[in-house]
Structures are given as C-alpha cells and as structure tokens.
C-alpha cells in the first residue's frame, strides 16, 4: 500500500529569477481544489505536469514557501522539459 493517499492533489509553482531563489509555491490544494488549479492553468496556458508522488510531496509545504533544495534538480527537469515545447507563433504573440 502506497503511503500517498488516493486522492488527487496539485500544487502550483512561481519562478522568478529576480525575485526568488528558487520556484514558490503559490497554490496547494486537494480534490475538487487540485481540479480547479490544473483546470485554470490549463484554461490560462500555463503547463501542467502531472506527478503525484511529487504533488504529495510539494503539497506538505505551506504557500509562500520556495521548494527545498532537495527537489531543485527535479523541478528543473520539469522546467526544461516545457522548454522543449515550442510555442506556436501566434500563440506566443498574443502572449
């Protein structure tokens, strides 16, 4: 039996390079709340990568809180892995 509990979570990433020293988290949630994050971030094109392990992960922290140095590697795999998708031209103008 796996540790994690069945029900599904999401959590919501911020990353600025100016600002902060690693990616915040800026919305944490469980269930219909996990549904609402993925289904704006979809709405609003922001990527949505799924993981669970990492979300049960990620959601143990508090919002405001920058991720732990321990996942930086695997956030950026993450980063780098939508970073291979191109953005459409148009897409990316009305942007």
Avoid: C, W
Wanted: hydrophobic fraction near 40%; aromatic fraction near 10%.
């Amino acid at each position: 039996m796996s540790q994690f509990s069945e029900t599904k979570q999401a959590v919501a990433l911020k990353y600025n390079a100016n600002k902060d020293r690693a990616p915040v988290i800026i919305a944490s949630g469980s269930g219909y709340i996990a549904d609402k994050i993925a289904e704006i971030a979809e709405e609003t094109g922001v990527p949505v990568y799924r993981d669970a392990s990492l979300s049960a992960l990620l959601s143990q922290l508090s919002i405001g809180s920058e991720i732990p140095p321990e996942l930086y590697s695997t956030i950026v795999d993450i980063y780098v892995y939508f970073l291979s998708f191109k953005i459409p031209k148009d897409d990316a103008n009305e942007r």
